[in-house]
């Protein structure tokens, strides 16, 4: 069986955009739905809505795949969960090492989605003694002392760091050496990486610290709060010029026009 050790995604090579990358799999998940209910073909904008981007950006991301929709049939699904697969590299197995089994660690390893997707939990690994041997959704953890063997002997690639802020630019480090080349980072900190090795962050804080931001800038656009506050106003209480509101509105926006989510560390 391929591991993701000698086998990498091709969508670099071919000049895929990062952001029609990010968007793969929202469309895989929408098609994937798609199949479940055995709906054979799929408009461009029935796709686009349900996958929560527009139909213009969904037709220009598959132009990069190669795929181009039937006029007045649509995209076969089938077809398009396969070859999407196959450009985000889920067409074969990939070795997953999660380090730190708290109750994040532990949840992860017990998330039934990493299968289904073409990933495969190799290991847990925790320094916790205590832990060592203790099954979490059916895996034995095994200690941190022997994470090098570990991405050794399972040909590891991808690793999930899921340990405190404090100790995981430590693990980071240990996975680099070892040969682990991507990292999804769950630590509440940024981790510095070599190279050639690609990270990805998650912080719940600061999704939700996003969505605070919104939620403030949705109560002060009431109707009647500008007028009680006496106009548009900044953080001074100074009245904000419509010119100088909109230029704040666009310089938020990212290169495809759309709102930045968390940048990956």
Same mark, same amino acid.
Request: a negative charge; hydrophobic letters at 40%; proline letters at 7%.
């Given at each position: 069986?391929?591991?993701?050790?000698?086998?990498?995604?091709?969508?670099?090579?071919?000049?895929?955009?990062?952001?029609?990358?990010?968007?793969?799999?929202?469309?895989?998940?929408?098609?994937?739905?798609?199949?479940?209910?055995?709906?054979?073909?799929?408009?461009?904008?029935?796709?686009?809505?349900?996958?929560?981007?527009?139909?213009?950006?969904?037709?220009?991301?598959?132009?990069?795949?190669?795929?181009?929709?039937?006029?007045?049939?649509?995209?076969?699904?089938?077809?398009?969960?396969?070859?999407?697969?196959?450009?985000?590299?889920?067409?074969?197995?990939?070795?997953?090492?999660?380090?730190?089994?708290?109750?994040?660690? +532990? *949840?992860?390893? &017990?998330?039934? @989605?990493?299968?289904?997707?073409?990933?495969?939990? !190799? =290991?847990?690994?925790?320094? #916790?003694?205590?832990?060592?041997?203790?099954?979490?959704?059916?895996?034995?953890?095994?200690?941190?002392?022997?994470?090098?063997?570990?991405?050794?002997?399972?040909?590891?690639?991808?690793?999930?760091?899921?340990?405190?802020?404090?100790?995981?630019?430590?693990?980071?480090?240990?996975?680099?050496?070892?040969?682990?080349?991507?990292?999804?980072?769950?630590?509440?900190?940024?981790?510095?990486?070599?190279?050639?090795?690609?990270?990805?962050?998650?912080?719940?804080?600061?999704?939700?610290?996003?969505?605070?931001?919104?939620?403030?800038?949705?109560?002060?656009?009431?109707?009647?709060?500008? +007028? *009680?506050?006496? &106009?548009?106003? @900044?953080?001074?209480?100074?009245?904000?010029?419509? !010119? =100088?509101?909109?230029?704040? #509105?666009?310089?938020?926006?990212?290169?495809?026009?759309?709102?930045?989510?968390?940048?990956?560390?």
């Amino acid at each position: 069986m391929a591991t993701g050790r000698t086998h990498r995604p091709a969508t670099r090579s071919r000049g895929i955009p990062e952001a029609t990358v990010a968007r793969l799999p929202l469309y895989l998940r929408a098609l994937t739905a798609l199949s479940e209910r055995s709906v054979p073909t799929v408009s461009s904008e029935e796709l686009a809505s349900a996958a929560g981007v527009n139909s213009a950006k969904l037709r220009k991301d598959f132009s990069y795949l190669g795929s181009y929709g039937t006029r007045g049939v649509g995209y076969d699904v089938e077809y398009l969960v396969y070859q999407i697969s196959r450009e985000l590299g889920l067409t074969q197995d990939w070795p997953v090492v999660i380090v730190g089994i708290g109750n994040l660690g +532990a *949840a992860l390893a &017990g998330y039934g @989605g990493f299968a289904s997707r073409g990933f495969r939990v !190799a =290991a847990l690994i925790d320094a #916790d003694p205590a832990m060592t041997g203790k099954p979490v959704a059916g895996i034995p953890v095994q200690h941190s002392d022997d994470l090098e063997k570990i991405v050794s002997e399972d040909g590891v690639s991808i690793g999930v760091i899921a340990t405190p802020a404090g100790v995981a630019q430590q693990v980071c480090d240990r996975l680099v050496a070892a040969g682990v080349t991507s990292i999804l980072n769950f630590a509440p900190t940024v981790l510095s990486v070599p190279d050639g090795v690609d990270v990805r962050k998650v912080d719940l804080s600061i999704e939700l610290q996003i969505l605070a931001f919104h939620e403030q800038r949705k109560a002060g656009e009431e109707p009647g709060a500008e +007028a *009680a506050a006496g &106009g548009p106003a @900044g953080a001074s209480g100074a009245a904000v010029p419509p !010119a =100088a509101r909109s230029t704040e #509105d666009t310089s938020r926006k990212g290169p495809d026009g759309d709102m930045p989510a968390v940048m990956p560390a």
